[in-house]
């Protein structure tokens, strides 16, 4: 189980817009602690897609952002592409430690 | 450039301890700031943080784990090594090391090494 919770699963149409969210606590989001989020392909390595709530790497396409808001967060995508079929996880920090997401599967339809 | 490469047996038998290194290039890990993170994903399932050592050799570990888990780091050879006890079929998967910065994208993990599969099986 989990600290941050993320819907197992979202999918959405190619052109649509979809959005992933991660629930904490007072202990870890609702602390203040920053939210960063990964996108995993199959076969690889996490890939950093934002850090520090809503910034993007450089080589990170504004199609994607994220958003805090009190104890949870969002990662949105949009103009779904097929490419942005993969495992997307968030993670923040609990009484200083580390935490992941159980992550979300996207599938582009 | 920064890079991340992790070594270690690919087979361990239950009851065992797991060694794995990772060595890394294009960084100090005594600069103010570094930090190199073990990260770990059973096959199908989450990303789990294990432990992580600072640039002044701060220790931490994953609460849940923290009994059967050491870090420790070779400064002279740029490497990380974690060690596990007690390994169980239950640790089987990808182990990854990652390095974070505070001064630098707010601490995420920004790079990562490729992941070794360990695989626990009598």
């Known amino acids: 189980q989990s600290v941050l919770t993320q819907p197992p699963a979202v999918s959405g149409a190619p052109g649509q817009r979809v959005t992933i969210s991660c629930t904490g606590s007072?202990?870890?989001?609702?602390?203040?602690?920053?939210v960063h989020w990964y996108q995993q392909l199959p076969g690889t390595a996490p890939k950093l897609l934002i850090y520090?709530?809503?910034n993007r790497p450089s080589g990170v396409p504004d199609r994607f952002s994220g958003s805090k808001s009190g104890t949870s967060a969002s990662l949105a995508i949009t103009g779904l592409q097929a490419e942005d079929e993969a495992d997307y996880y968030c993670?923040?920090?609990?009484?200083?430690?580390?935490?992941f997401g159980g992550g979300t599967k996207l599938t582009v339809l | 450039q920064v890079t991340l490469r992790e070594s270690g047996p690919a087979l361990v038998k239950p009851t065992q301890t797991l060694k794995l290194t990772c060595t890394f290039s294009?960084?100090?890990?005594?600069?103010?700031?570094?930090?190199v993170s073990w990260i770990r994903q059973p096959p199908g399932k989450a990303l789990e943080w294990l432990a992580r050592?600072?640039?002044?050799?701060?220790?931490y570990y994953s609460t849940s784990l923290k009994t059967r888990l050491s870090i420790s780091r070779d400064t002279s050879k740029n490497q990380v090594v974690l060690t596990m006890t007690h390994m169980d079929p239950v640790d089987t998967g990808t182990y990854y090391c990652a390095r974070t910065n505070s001064a630098d994208y707010f601490g995420a993990f920004h790079i990562w090494g490729q992941g070794t599969m360990v695989t626990v099986s009598p």
């Open positions: 993670q923040s920090y609990d009484s200083s430690l580390e935490v």
């Open positions: 294009g960084f100090s890990l005594t600069t103010s700031g570094m930090c």
């Open positions: 007072s202990s870890n989001i609702g602390a203040g602690y920053d």
């Open positions: 050592i600072d640039w002044d050799d701060d220790k």
């Open positions: 520090g709530n809503s």
